[in-house]
């Protein structure tokens, strides 16, 4: 099993920034991709950016330019650094890992809110 914790979130204005973090333990051996998922009211959940263990990225269109995603993986941490917010960000962040061979887990999730 794998241990996701999650920190930063809350609430910002609109044009500010925030970042978050999820730590990864337990069994980390095997872990390929990390990355961001968000969920806002009434919406499916949604990729917001993936980074490979080759650090290979992908972001969802929407956040292209404002939004960065990078991982310690000495420390089995990704972050996703997003700047330029807007209301239409406001959603529920989840952090997620896929382990080797296609196993997924999720954090618990952190609300980001912004304020128009």
């Known amino acids: 099993q794998v241990q996701l914790v999650e920190s930063g979130g809350g609430l910002v204005q609109a044009g500010g920034s925030q970042r978050l973090s999820c730590a990864a333990s337990g069994s980390i051996f095997g872990i390929n991709a990390m990355g961001w998922y968000r969920q806002a009211p009434g919406k499916q959940r949604e990729l917001v950016a993936i980074i490979t263990s080759g650090s290979t990225t992908t972001y969802a269109d929407p956040v292209k330019g404002r939004f960065t995603i990078s991982r310690d993986n000495a420390k089995n941490t990704v972050y996703l650094q997003m700047n330029g917010l807007k209301p239409e960000d406001s959603a529920v962040y989840y952090c997620?890992?896929?382990?080797?061979?296609?196993?997924?887990?999720w954090g618990q999730g952190t609300q980001v809110t912004v304020s128009s």
């Open positions: 997620y890992v896929k382990k080797w061979p296609k196993t997924d887990y």
